[in-house]
């Protein structure tokens, strides 16, 4: 089986654009989650969907968002980028619940000048 | 609410030398206990889990953790490490949630330098 996917890899934006990264699970996995690697705060949880719901969400900002596709192919955008908003961002993918193991992808680098 | 600690921000080995890297978590309710590994410029790989049953959790790579209910440790360790073990690695938790799912809640990570 393909392991998760993510695209870009690398992404290099400026202050105020936005951006959408896209992440494409197992086959056969209906949940994906997002998380924020970065140095000073480690591993965070952004959001989790299944089916196509948002079914829990850390404590971000609304700026950062997602959604799932029937297929459940999932993207995150966040808006109006800020400095801090540079990290590596982590998708997972599992069948359904928590006793399921999480498989993460590559993640995608993003930096905002 | 969750929180895991693990107390080593780096830890350096010989190779052929054990390890054990260390994991404390708090928790109000019980819960699934997770450790993952990172290589560089890698995502995170699943190393073992504690779902029920035998408290020792035996996983790749030949790593195994166990579980101390009393001490609310999950300590990972190895009996001869390999330089092919440099990454960094982090524990997690999430709670038995009714619903099914809910959060992994990560530590801030271990880092493991294994040298010649």
């Known amino acids: 089986k393909a392991g998760v996917t993510q695209t870009p890899r690398y992404l290099i934006k400026t202050r105020g654009q936005q951006v959408t990264l896209s992440c494409s699970p197992i086959s056969g996995h209906r949940s994906v989650s997002w998380y924020q690697q970065t140095p000073g705060q480690g591993l965070q949880f952004l959001f989790e969907?299944?089916?196509?719901?948002?079914?829990n969400k850390g404590n971000f900002p609304g700026r950062f968002s997602g959604r799932q596709f029937s297929n459940s192919r999932s993207e995150m955008n966040v808006s109006t980028l800020e400095l801090g908003d540079s990290a590596l961002y982590l998708c997972?993918?599992?069948?359904?619940?928590?006793?399921?193991?999480?498989?993460f992808g590559p993640g995608t680098r993003l930096t905002v000048l | 609410a969750q929180s895991v600690t693990q107390l080593d921000s780096q830890v350096p080995v010989f190779e052929e030398a054990p390890v054990e890297l260390r994991c404390n978590y708090s928790?109000?309710?019980?819960?699934?206990l997770f450790w993952y590994v990172q290589y560089p410029n890698q995502g995170l790989q699943l190393l073992l889990k504690?779902?029920?049953?035998?408290?020792l959790v035996k996983g790749i790579n030949g790593f195994e953790a166990e579980f101390n209910k009393s001490q609310t440790s999950f300590h990972l360790r190895k009996p001869s490490v390999h330089i092919s073990d440099t990454a960094e690695y982090f524990c997690?938790?999430?709670?038995?949630?009714?619903?099914?799912?809910?959060?992994?809640?990560f530590g801030k990570g271990t880092m493991l330098l294994v040298s010649p």
């Open positions: 997972a993918s599992s069948l359904a619940t928590t006793r399921d193991t999480q498989y």
């Open positions: 969907y299944f089916s196509e719901t948002q079914r």
């Open positions: 504690y779902l029920s049953g035998s408290t």
């Open positions: 928790s109000s309710v019980s819960v699934y």
């Open positions: 997690a938790v999430s709670d038995r949630s009714d619903s099914g799912y809910s959060t992994l809640t």
